[in-house]
């Protein structure tokens, strides 16, 4: 017998508990139920303490990747939620995809998406991170690799933007190796609500405005109109991400490519 449905957990309900310091989680991928999560100890990354190896930064300046901000929020949500060799399930339910596609649409929620061009000519995505945003804030919840680095990359671009937006914390929830050699650190749950606190107040501009600040016009070009296709079904998407190949520059590490602007940006210091 199937569990019955719950709705979605209501937008106000999530932004009260993340400005108190408590996240939602599932016990598994089909569990109605969600549970409110206060860890003993926080990870963050400092903006200013984000260690980018020299082969990540290769990485960067090749523009292996095309970088985009919510052009693909549903996917990417849905792609941290599939299963790997080392997590056969996930915590993230139903219930919680539907409630972050409500965070979303209130303007909460982001996503950082990296693509590649796959075998039919047109850009795939294959790796990126998706969190919740409010003040100065921005709590990462979860990312994915379908490629070596895209993950990495995702983090990177990330950290570049909300220094350039004026951002103040970035959470990381739970502490792992991967996050401890990017220069994560881990505080108490008191130390992380201190910090919450004084991340209140707007940024200068939102993640979307700073990657448009980054990126080349025909990206932008292709962003503006990107959007309207994502969410709709697979056949949309693919054809969106078409269009990202067909007016962009793709690939093309040019002086002032975007990932070299990035590394540039990652390496100044306040």
Known sequence: MHAPKRPPVPVETLLLAYRSGIFPMADKR?????FWVEPRDRAIIPLEGLHVSKSLKKVLRADRFAVTV??????????????????PDTWISERIVQSYLGLHRAGHAHS????????????????????????????????FSRVPDASK??????VALMRHAGFALLDCQFMTEHLRSMG??????????RLLQGAGGKPAMSLTAAWQEFVPEADLAYAAGAGEAEG???????????????GSALGDAGPSSPGKRIVQSLTQTS
């Open 112 to 143: 950082v998406e990296c693509w590649q061009v796959g075998d039919q000519g047109w850009p795939e995505l294959v790796g990126g991170l998706y969190g919740v945003s409010f003040d100065r804030v921005f709590c990462g919840e979860s990312m």
């Open 184 to 193: 994560a650190r881990e505080l108490a749950q008191t130390g992380y609500r």
């Open 30 to 34: 089909d569990d109605p139920e969600v």
């Open 232 to 246: 709709v079904g697979d056949g949309a998407a693919e054809g969106a991400a078409k269009g990202f190949a067909e």
């Open 153 to 158: 990359v995702a983090l990177a671009w990330l």
């Open 70 to 87: 919510d052009r693909a929020f549903e996917q990417a949500i849905r792609a941290c939620a599939e299963p790997r060799p080392d997590h």
